[in-house]
């Protein structure tokens, strides 16, 4: 059989439950097609925010030993540089000498800070920011940062140019995915094998979308978030989606009951414009596969969807995260920015986030979000097809974690892992191969999986984690009888407890976590911030 091509595609921001497949109410029925005919992985984690989890993804490595422990402030150890360390490799670098094509559309954001406003200033592949291209890509559409205007980009490359001009129908998540399907037909031409990363930003804030999409879910959340949270859990538990059926954790305590919102009307409509947001992502994915079919390579590449991050709950205010991006777009036309009830998302003229409440929506039936180490903040569903390497199967309920992604890609590939780059010794892999996984082998990690993100920490070990928020006691689940995290068993069992925090603090020591004390100080110097809005 010819090497297979192999397509990993990275949602920003996507919650557990943000699909048909997981329960959703949300229209995704190309990635439902796509996990019905191949195998949902029901038990993958990320790590928790987006660079941390992307660095993670592309190495193979935990997050800080990729030099992003936290996000792309350079904060002066090697695990916070805030971009990939020379002495990783990105999955491109390790495909590149196995004879593979490698291409890059999307969102990078593994280069360290650029300060959105002042594009002119950036200062665009020297050391401390690195592009795709200098680590393994051959060719890149897309942005070097976190986020960015949907309908008018700020800051764009393709491959070493930056894109200036964007037609008048230009929306980030269809453009991406044209891009590529662009760069897959020069490699076929070429009868080479690629690789593409396909690395969505949406359904992260802003909520941007085409009319035509919001117009679908027009009154779907007017029932609210209460409903629509319950709704799912019953649809999940309906699809058998889990080993257990898990008792849906309580409405966050921070999230007022639907009945006493005021603005019920734009409230629904944030929901809607995220949804659609979705839906565009899936209706994307829709075209890449007919292409694939279209070019005869469908039925050997291996398809990876996940996401990199729980539902984020962070509240846009045009004095927090949107005074970052410019207050324009490319035409000149004003942006009315932050979460403003006179103002209905979802336009290139707004700049909005959907917010804690519909998050809470987003990540059910789990506890936190985005940026947090409990469930809410690190699940997400892992859909794997490659109709020539595995079968269609069930669900399959192992833990895994990002850093299995690139081992798994190597077996797949028959590619080797690199031990040497560019005259740096690159440190030995941490993930493990799913490949058996996916194909219905009996499986099950060897290893701890760990987790530290501005102090929030765990350790997952068989079917035990041991998770805290940042600067609270530890707490302790039976993640298989109680994934919700609702029956907290410390001081049950001491001797497993110990052994749990040694094995994390062993972990956090060995690969240079820095107390969130010493790190949060350092990081509102760097970003100019009075204090971390999220």
Known sequence: MPKPNVILILADDMGFADLGCTGSEIRTPN????????????????????????????????????????????????AYQGFLRNDSATIAEHLRPAGYRTLMSGKWHVAGDFGARDVDSWRVGDVDHPTPRQRGFDRFYGILDGATHFFSPHYMLEDD???????????????????????IEESVA??????????????????????????????????????????????????????????????DKEVHPWETEENTDWEARKMAT??????????????????????GQFDNTLILFLSDNGGCAEFMAEDGWAKFYPDTTHDGRHIEKGNRPDIMPGDALTYQSYDKPWANVSNAPFRMFKHYVH??????????????????????????HVVDILPTILEATGASYLSELGG?????IQGESLLGLLKGVDWSREQPIFFEHEGNAAVRMGQFKLVRLQGQDWELYDIEADRTELHNLAGRNAPLEAALVQQYT????????????????LLMRAWGLATVDG
């Open 31 to 78: 990635i439902d097609a796509l996990a019905k005919n191949g195998v949902l992985l029901t038990v993958m984690y990320n790590c928790a925010r987006c660079c941390p989890t992307r660095a993670s993804l592309l190495t193979g490595l935990y997050p800080h030993n990729a030099g992003v422990g936290h996000m792309g402030a350079k904060l002066g150890t090697p």
């Open 161 to 183: 140019n930056r894109v200036q001009v964007f037609p008048d129908d230009f929306y980030f998540t269809d453009a991406i995915t044209d891009k590529a399907i662009g760069m």
């Open 190 to 251: 070429d009868e080479m094998p690629f690789f593409l990363y396909l690395a969505h930003t949406a359904p992260h804030w802003p909520l941007h979308a085409h009319p035509e999409d919001i117009a679908r879910y027009e009154g779907v959340y007017n029932k609210g978030w209460d409903k629509s949270r319950t709704a799912r859990h019953e649809r999940m538990n309906g699809l058998g989606l889990f080993q257990t059926g898990w008792e849906i954790s309580p409405r």
């Open 274 to 295: 995220y949804a659609a947001m979705v839906d565009r992502m899936d209706q994307s994915i829709g075209t890449l596969i007919a292409a694939l079919k279209r070019l």
């Open 375 to 400: 469930e809410g903040g690190i699940s997400t569903p892992l859909v794997a097809h490659w109709p020539k390497g595995f079968e269609p199967a069930t669900s399959a309920h192992a833990a895994c």
């Open 424 to 428: 740096h010794e690159i440190q030995p």
């Open 506 to 521: 062993d972990w956090a020591e060995k690969i240079g976590v820095v107390d969130w004390e010493v790190v949060e100080p």
